[in-house]
């Protein structure tokens, strides 16, 4: 069905700007946007059905490119011991942090999973998020990655969501390895990521390059085995010291390099040269009470595309709303409202490889967007959570969420 939008403004994102059309119309067929400019130039052919938007401003859907939202239990016990000054590595020394996660993943049914993320995800959508990448990583056997990773799929089938799989089984070490990081990384090569890919699991791979975790050499073993299977790599780099694994990521044309508050500012020269864009992850600070910030002037000066998530996990971010993040994006980080909006939407599409169907208002792309009831786009950064009202169209549909 043909569907004329209209008695709107866009911020269509496109180009990482605002790039505002008052007074828009938009066209959509068969799911994609067909047409999208000034009303007062909206072409006379004929559209079966108008939609009034009242004023709305309209912006592409939002993509909320970092999660971990399949999960066994919680850990607020782990809020309250770090809140008494223990730390996280603290705390991941003595078996809790993500072993603990691991353990209670494990012994979750499929179907429980299923549910606990179903619920996470459908937070995030009522507040306007259309698509969304999720991590396993708290299998860490074939077993239990696989049931993460089809769980996701189950999500995508299910909810109206598009949602990318990320296979990040260099997460952490699981006790049957203790002592033998470099023996599970081979594991992980030879058969667990072969087999899941082969089973059509997974969209990109992920690592943790950290002292906490793997090392750049061992997480560069699994880059190479994830080119050999022709899927793209992303990395969690930078987030507690400064490792370089942001600049081995641009190595290997990383889709993004993601956290990066320790990263230098040769990293950023080699993430602007090799389009690898950093994901910036405020919850994830703001949770662990970080004081050193990532380096948006350095990344800002370089040209590299910053994005923006909730990185939604049981540990450092349990965060149910990505316009939060946009708030904490400005307020902590100090980007401004219009790139908080950018790393929401065009710049976390490229993150996750949808660059040319997703993330912005432009004729041929998906019709994914948010008719929200405010007065200026600045308003998505500025309140604090809560639900703001708004019509949420995925692909040329509106939702009722
Ligand atoms: O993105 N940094 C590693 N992984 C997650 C945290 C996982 C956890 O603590 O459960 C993150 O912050
Ligand atoms: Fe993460």
């Known amino acids: 069905m043909r569907t004329l939008w209209q008695h709107c403004h866009a911020a269509t994102m496109a180009g990482g700007r605002y790039a505002i059309i008052e007074d828009a119309a938009i066209i959509t067929a068969a799911g994609r946007i067909e047409w999208l400019g000034p009303r007062a130039e909206l072409p006379s052919s004929a559209v079966a059905h108008s939609v009034d938007l009242a004023g709305a401003w309209v912006t592409p859907g939002l993509i909320d490119c970092h999660t971990h939202a399949v999960f066994g239990g919680n850990r607020s016990g782990e809020f309250e011991q770090r809140l008494q000054g223990v730390s996280y590595a ?26 606990s993320a179903r619920q996470r995800l459908e937070a995030l959508m009522r507040d306007g998020v259309t698509t969304v990448e999720i991590k396993s990583g708290y299998g860490l056997d074939l077993a239990n990655e696989r049931k993460i990773l089809r769980v996701a799929r189950r999500l995508g089938d299910e909810l109206a969501l598009t949602v ?82 942001s600049s081995l990521a641009a190595r290997y044309q990383a889709l993004s390099a993601d956290h990066l508050e320790f990263m230098t500012e040769q990293d950023a020269v080699a993430m602007a040269q090799a389009g690898t864009v950093a994901v910036l992850l405020p919850g994830a600070f703001y949770c662990l009470r970080e004081t050193q910030l990532p380096p948006i002037d350095a990344l800002r000066r370089h040209g590299v595309k910053m994005a923006l998530a909730s990185d ?45 169907s997703h993330g912005s208002l432009e004729v041929g792309k998906v019709a994914d967007f ?7 786009p600045a308003e ?20 009722n969420l």
């Open 380 to 399: 998505l950064a500025y309140w604090l959570g809560g639900e703001l009202p708004k019509r949420v169209v995925r692909m040329g549909h509106e939702l």
């Open 164 to 245: 990318r799989a990320t296979c990040l089984a260099a997460h952490a070490l699981p006790p049957e390895y203790a002592g033998r990081a470099d023996a599970f990384i081979e594991h992980i090569c030879q058969q667990l990521l072969p087999a899941l890919a082969d089973e059509g699991l997974v969209d990109a791979v992920d690592a943790f390059c950290e002292h906490l975790a793997f090392s750049p050499a061992q997480v560069e073993k699994v880059f190479i085995k994830a080119h050999e299977l022709g899927l793209p790599v992303k990395l969690h780099a930078e987030q507690l010291s400064s490792l370089h694994g």
């Open 312 to 356: 939604l996990n049981p540990g450092t971010s349990p965060g149910l709303s990505l316009r939060l993040m946009l708030n904490m994006g400005c307020t902590l980080f100090r980007m401004t409202p219009e790139e908080a909006l950018a790393g929401v939407t065009v710049h976390a599409a490229t993150a996750l490889g949808l660059g040319d």
């Open 90 to 115: 603290q705390i991941a020394a003595q078996g809790g942090g993500i072993a603990s996660t691991v353990r209670a993943t494990r012994a979750a049914s499929e179907d429980q999973l299923f549910s």
């Open 370 to 376: 948010v008719a929200w009831q405010i007065e200026r």
